[in-house]
């Protein structure tokens, strides 16, 4: 039927198959690795002030990672390669981002930046518009915590 096939070809590909086989039947088995169930953070949906959500960084694993951005807190938890520790963004969590997602800034000085209506108002039309997509962003992938309480 496969008279068109070598000898020496048909040969090769049976010893290739026995060895694999043999590969299979006498390799031991692996260990049964159980995967790391990490529970979902539980937390109250609630107003928070920014002295409260610096607990929220991702470092405490027990804890979501939130982040404030013009009044509002987002639960970034889902994210937590991006936003804990070692992420890149890792700087915005548990902190008010607003001024640096409008500036696109890393800067320390810009992080927890008191804003007021006004002083957004004096950003340029660019940044303010660079904030309103951010904002836009996070509303659309993240819950919505609460707002950030005022003391
Ligand atoms: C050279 C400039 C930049 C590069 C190459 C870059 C690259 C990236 C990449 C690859 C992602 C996707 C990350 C992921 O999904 O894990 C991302 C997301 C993001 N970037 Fe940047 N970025 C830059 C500048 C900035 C700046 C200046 C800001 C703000 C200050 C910023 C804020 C963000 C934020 C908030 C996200 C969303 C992460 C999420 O929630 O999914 N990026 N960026």
């Known amino acids: 039927m496969f008279d068109f096939i070598p000898e020496e070809a048909v040969w090769a ?20 690795v ?16 920014l002295e409260e959500i610096k ?15 013009k009044g509002k807190i987002y639960d970034v938890t889902a994210k937590k390669t991006t936003y804990g520790p070692g992420g890149s963004y890792h700087l915005f ?29 004096e950003l340029t039309a660019d940044q303010k518009d660079s904030l309103k997509n951010w904002i836009d962003f996070f509303s659309e992938r993240y819950t919505l915590v609460g707002n950030v309480k005022t003391e």
């Open 13 to 32: 590909i049976l010893i290739i198959v026995i060895i694999y086989l043999l590969k299979v039947i006498l390799s031991p088995a692996k260990d049964f």
């Open 34 to 49: 159980p995967t790391k169930v990490v529970q979902k953070p539980v937390y109250e949906k609630r107003d928070y002030s």
């Open 55 to 69: 607990d929220f960084k991702g470092i405490d694993e027990t804890k979501p990672i939130f982040i404030a951005i």
């Open 93 to 121: 969590a548990g902190n008010d981002a607003t001024v640096c997602l409008a500036k696109s800034s890393f800067e320390e000085v810009d992080l927890n930046q008191p804003w007021t209506n006004q002083s957004l108002e």
